[in-house]
Nanobody, 115 residues
Framework: QVRVVESGGGLVQPGGSLRLSCTAA????????MGWYRQAPGTQRELVAT???????NYADSVKGRFTISRENAKNTVYLQMNSLKPEDTAVYYCNANRDPLNYWGQGTQVTVSS
C-alpha cells in the first residue's frame, strides 16, 4: 500500500521560514518524480516545486529564490525549505509522487503566514 505523508506545516510570521517534509512508503522512491503543490481557499491547486528522479528542479515563479526542494532517497523523503515567507504563501501544501501513469498524493499540511 502506498502512503504519502507530509509534515512540518504551521503558523509562521511574515519573513520567517519553515521546512516541509514528505515521506513516501510503498513505492520505489528513487525512480519517482516528486513535487510540492499548494491550494489556498477558493483557488485551484498550483505547482510550487518539482524534483525529478535525477535531481533536476523546477519552481513556480512566485517562489523562485525563496523556496528550495530537495530529496533524500535513502530516507524516501522530499523536503521543501521555505524562506522569506509571505502571507500569500498561506495554503495547504500537498506532496505528489509521480511516475506516469502512477500518481500519488498526500493529505496535505497547512501553512499559515500571518503576524
Amino acid at each position: 500500500q502506498v502512503r504519502v505523508v507530509e509534515s512540518g506545516g504551521g503558523l509562521v510570521q511574515p519573513g520567517g521560514s519553515l521546512r516541509l517534509s514528505c515521506t513516501a512508503a510503498g513505492i520505489f522512491f528513487r525512480i519517482y518524480g516528486m513535487g510540492w503543490y499548494r491550494q489556498a481557499p477558493g483557488t485551484q491547486r498550483e505547482l510550487v516545486a518539482t524534483i525529478t528522479s535525477g535531481g533536476t528542479t523546477n519552481y513556480a515563479d512566485s517562489v523562485k529564490g525563496r523556496f528550495t526542494i530537495s530529496r533524500e532517497n535513502a530516507k524516501n523523503t522530499v523536503y521543501l525549505q521555505m524562506n522569506s515567507l509571505k502571507p500569500e504563501d498561506t495554503a495547504v501544501y500537498y506532496c505528489n509522487a509521480n511516475r506516469d501513469p502512477l500518481n500519488y498524493w498526500g493529505q496535505g499540511t497547512q501553512v499559515t503566514v500571518s503576524s
